[in-house]
C-alpha cells in the first residue's frame, strides 16, 4: 500500500514484518524492516530505490497500481545493496531505456549483481537534476556504508534522501519517526548504526559537517529503512554525531564462553567487584555462545571497557568467542579498554590470544589478563572480586 508524504512524493516501498535475519544470518532485526522506495511526481515522475529482490513482483505489482511504468522519467539508485536495489530487474524489464542515475561505483555494483547494460547516468556530488518545480542535488556518500552510496537533496520539499544513513530496521505501519515508541525508535537506529555503520564513524561525521555546511532547509529526512524524520529531523543527525565520535556509555560488558562453567564463574566473580566498587557502572555479562551476535555487538560499541573470556581450548579459545572477536575487529572501534581472562587446565593460551585479537581490533589493553587453573576455589573468587574493583 502507498503512504503520500507531501503533494509530490509518496512513499512505496515495501514493509517487511517477517524480517529476522539481515546480512544473511549476520544481523537480526527482532523489529522486522523495511525497503523504502520513493515516488516523486513533479513535473517529470522519479522513482527513488525499489526493493529487496524476493519483493521485486509485488513491488513492480503495486507501483503499476500507483502509477503507468512508461511515466516514470528517471531511476535513481542512492546504493546497490540488493535490498534497495533487488527489484530493479523486474521493473527495468517494462521500462529498459528509463534513465538510471546513480555514481559511478553505484554502476558497478549494480552491474556486477544484475549483469545489464542498463541506462546509466553518473553522477557526482553537485550535479543537479530539473525535475519541474523541484531540483534534484546529488551528495556521493561513500562508505556510507558502501563505495556506491549517494544521498539526494528535493529543494523544494526540502527533503534529504539519505540511502541508509539515519535508517532503522523497524517495521511499522506509522510513516514517522515521531509516531512509534521512540525507546524502540532510538535502539533500533542504534543497533543499526552499530551493527552496520560503526566502522564508517569518521566518513559519518566529515559527510554530516559537509551537508550541514551546506545549509539546506531541512524539513525530512528520508531514509532506506524504517521511519521518515519529520519532526525535528536533526535530531537523528545529531545523535549520529555522538555516534561517530568514539562513543560510550557507563558500561563495562563482560563476554565470554564456558566450558564446564569454570570461565563463567570468573566472568561473575569479576562482575561483582567491578560493582562492588562502582554502583553507577552498567555491567552485562553476556554468553556468547547463548547470546545474540547483533545484541552483542551493541553492547560492545555502547561500552567503555570490555572482558572478554574463554578457557584454552586445543591450545586455543572457544568458537563463539572467535567468531565474535573477529565481528568486533570489523566495528574498527576507538577510545576502548579491554583485558581477558579465561580458565584452563594445562596449557591456557587463550587469555594471551584473546589479547591480541582485541589489540588488532583497536582496544587499549589495560593488563595481561588474568587465568584461573581448572575450577576457581573461595580464594580465588576472591581475588577476582579485587580484580574487578581493580579494574574500575
Ligand atoms: Fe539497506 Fe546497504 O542496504
Redesign the pocket.
Same mark, same amino acid.
Request: glycine content about 6%; charged content about 20%.
Given at each position: 500500500m502507498s503512504k503520500k508524504i507531501t503533494d509530490k512524493i509518496t512513499w512505496v516501498g515495501k514493509t517487511d514484518w517477517e524480517l529476522k535475519k539481515f546480512h544473511g544470518d549476520e544481523f537480526t532485526t527482532n523489529s522486522g524492516s523495511s525497503?523504502n522506495s520513493y515516488l516523486v511526481q513533479d513535473k517529470k515522475t522519479v522513482l527513488i530505490d525499489t526493493a529487496w529482490l524476493p519483493y521485486d513482483k509485488e513491488f513492480v505489482s503495486k507501483l503499476k497500481q500507483e502509477i503507468d511504468l512508461n511515466k516514470i522519467d528517471y531511476v535513481i539508485a542512492l %546504493?546497490g545493496? =540488493? $535490498? %534497495?536495489s533487488g527489484s530493479l530487474k523486474e521493473l527495468m524489464r517494462e521500462i529498459p531505456n528509463t534513465p538510471i542515475y546513480c555514481t559511478a561505483n553505484g554502476e558497478k555494483s549494480i552491474k556486477g549483481q544484475y549483469h545489464e547494460n542498463w541506462n546509466f547516468k553518473i553522477v557526482k556530488t553537485g550535479d543537479t537534476l530539473n525535475i519541474g518545480e523541484n531540483t534534484l542535488t546529488f551528495i556521493e556518500a561513500p562508505m556510507l %556504508?558502501?563505495p556506491d552510496?549517494m544521498f539526494a537533496y528535493m529543494d523544494k520539499e526540502k527533503v534529504l534522501f539519505s /540511502? $541508509?544513513g539515519f535508517?532503522q530496521h523497524l517495521a511499522s505501519e506509522f510513516l514517522y519517526a515521531h509516531e512509534v515508541d521512540q525507546d524502540l525508535l532510538f535502539e533500533e537506529a542504534l543497533i543499526y548504526y552499530a551493527n =552496520?555503520l560503526a566502522p564508517f564513524g569518521p566518513m559519518a561525521i566529515r559527510k554530516i559537517n559537509e551537508i550541514l555546511a551546506m545549509n539546506l532547509p531541512l524539513e525530512m529526512i528520508c531514509p /532506506? %529503512?524504517g521511519m521518515i524524520w519529520k519532526e525535528n529531523p536533526t535530531q537523528i543527525v545529531e545523535k549520529y554525531l555522538q555516534w561517530a565520535n568514539n562513543y560510550q556509555e557507563n558500561q563495562i560488558t563482560i563476554i565470554y564462553d564456558t566450558m564446564w562453567n569454570d570461565t563463567r564463574k570468573m566472568a561473575e566473580a569479576i562482575a561483582k567487584g567491578i560493582k562492588m566498587k562502582d554502583k553507577q557502572v552498567e555491567v552485562k555479562l553476556l554468553n556468547t555462545a547463548k547470546e545474540d551476535k547483533t545484541k552483542v555487538l551493541t553492547e560492545v560499541f555502547k561500552s567503555k571497557m570490555i572482558l572478554v573470556g574463554s578457557p584454552t581450548v586445543n591450545n586455543g579459545i572457544l568458537f563463539s568467542i572467535a567468531g565474535i572477536l573477529e565481528m568486533i575487529k570489523g566495528m574498527k572501534l576507538k577510545n576502548k579498554k579491554a583485558a581477558t581472562f579465561g580458565s584452563f587446565g594445562w596449557s591456557g593460551e587463550a587469555v594471551k590470544l584473546m589479547t591480541e585479537e582485541l589489540q588488532k581490533a583497536g582496544f587499549e589493553i589495560i593488563n595481561d589478563g588474568i587465568k584461573v587453573m581448572w575450577t576457581p576455589d573461595e580464594e580465588m573468587e576472591n581475588k577476582l572480586i579485587e580484580y574487578g574493583k581493580e579494574l574500575v
Open positions: 525497503y %546504493h545493496e =540488493i $535490498d %534497495h %556504508h558502501w552510496t /540511502s $541508509d535508517g =552496520i /532506506s %529503512h
